[in-house]
């Protein structure tokens, strides 16, 4: 079976910095990853009549070999981000909004007082590279469990702050989205902390999104809204996701 990801070792091993091409502690589900890679199409229902609402593996502290490494926005410059990031975040406040009954405004402290949950996962960035790095952060079911999604909600959508696009027509700023199946799924969390320190700015400070067992663009960094939709027709250009919109899964399940 052609190896994409091998494939992708040639291109992309001048760029590494700290990261193997693949954790080789993820070998052990290396079946199943070669086998999604190769389906480049399979559905998200395909996906998940086969691995169900499995737990993504877990890894423990040996496993981190080294830093989380950063990619795509690393130090967004938008200019209120960089006004609280120089206040550690005080200021920041998370709105959950969209199709809910009760729309939330969450300040960092807020969301470090609920229960949080801490695991060390590997996140595997499409572009063919692996790092483990361990995650502290708030499920997002307790998140919007709070806010009371409508019946009529299908989607949280994650606005950033980082404009990832720049051009004469006008700046575009990260965005993504999941179903709530994904949404309520234990491992999916806000992440305010990565391996045992506040989450770094390169890493997506003061909040980013962990969504495991899907693919690294998927985790959205310098998340300020989280927005419940019916539907993704009008966000971008109706695909979910900025990766997506350009040409990437929107179920970037591995
Ligand atoms: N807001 C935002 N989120 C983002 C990105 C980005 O550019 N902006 N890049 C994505 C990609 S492609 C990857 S691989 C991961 C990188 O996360 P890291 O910097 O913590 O390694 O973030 C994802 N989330
Ligand atoms: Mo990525």
Redesign the pocket.
């Known amino acids: 079976m052609f190896d994409r990801r091998k494939f992708l070792l040639g291109s992309t091993a001048a760029a590494l910095s700290g990261c193997k091409i693949f954790d080789s502690a993820g070998r052990s589900d290396s079946h199943l990853r070669a086998l999604f890679a190769s389906h480049e199409g399979l559905t998200r229902s395909a996906q998940r009549a086969l691995i169900g609402d499995a737990l993504a593996p877990e890894f423990s502290e040996a496993d981190i070999r080294q830093g989380?490494?950063?990619?795509?926005?690393?130090d967004p410059v938008d200019a209120s981000y960089r006004q609280m990031a120089q206040s550690a975040f005080r200021d920041y406040r998370l709105t959950v909004t969209g199709l809910v009954e009760t729309p939330q405004t969450l300040s960092l402290a807020d969301l470090t007082t609920l229960p949080s949950r801490t695991q060390i996962t590997r996140?595997d960035?499409?572009e063919g590279w692996s790092?483990i790095a361990k995650w502290q952060g708030v499920p997002l079911g307790t998140v919007l469990t709070l806010a009371k999604p409508k019946l009529t909600a299908r989607y949280a959508v994650f606005h950033?702050f980082?404009a990832?696009e720049r051009s004469l027509s006008g700046e575009v700023f990260?965005y993504e989205s999941i179903d709530l199946i994904d949404a309520y799924h234990p491992q999916t969390i806000l992440a305010y902390a990565m391996n045992g320190a506040p989450l770094p700015v390169?890493?997506?400070a003061p909040l980013?999104l962990r969504v495991e067992r899907q693919l690294?663009?998927k985790?959205?960094?310098?998340v300020h809204t989280i927005e419940l939709t019916d539907s993704l027709a009008t966000l971008g250009f109706g695909k979910g996701s900025y990766?997506a919109d350009r040409g990437y899964e929107r179920y970037a399940g591995i």
């Open positions: 989380q490494r950063p990619n795509g926005s690393t996140h960035c499409v790092c950033c980082d990832i990260y390169a890493n997506g980013r690294g663009y985790m959205a960094k310098y990766w």
